[in-house]
Nanobody, 125 residues
Framework: VQLVESGGGLVQPGGSPRLSCGAS????????MGWFRQAPGKEREGVAA????????RYADSVKGRFTISKDNAKNILYLQMDRLKPEDTAMYYC????????????????????WGQGTQVTVS
């Protein structure tokens, strides 16, 4: 199982990049998926999560209204559309998968996710 993020880079404040997360040996249609981020010196924090049904989504307060999580089960790709970026959004962004279809319980806990990508850096400056 391998998750691979892409789409990061240097972005100006107010920019709108889209992150992608592809998978090999994995099927998104059966799992709760999440996006996390980690800034230097800070804990890894969850920012968005989506159920296997692709309809039910959850967002951290810090990104609500600016970020949109979605996935294409047919293509097995998870997305994070990031709008109106701020310098404080600068971090390494990771996609992650749980072993259950629904994002229930403590879905913001990194310990509840079993597979992780290597991360993609987003720098807002």
């Amino acid at each position: 199982v391998q998750l691979v993020e892409s789409g990061g880079g240097l972005v100006q404040p107010g920019g709108s990049p889209r992150l992608s997360c592809g998978a090999s040996g994995y099927t998104y249609s059966s799992n709760c998926m999440g996006w996390f981020r980690q800034a230097p010196g800070k804990e890894r924090e969850g920012v968005a999560a989506i159920d296997s049904d692709t309809v039910t989504t959850r967002y951290a307060d810090s990104v609500k209204g600016r970020f949109t999580i979605s996935k294409d089960n047919a293509k097995n790709i998870l997305y994070l559309q990031m709008d109106r970026l701020k310098p404080e959004d600068t971090a390494m962004y990771y996609c992650a998968a749980r072993s259950v279809p629904n994002c229930v319980g403590n879905y913001w806990s990194k310990w509840s996710y079993v597979n992780w990508g290597q991360g993609t850096q987003v720098t807002v400056s």
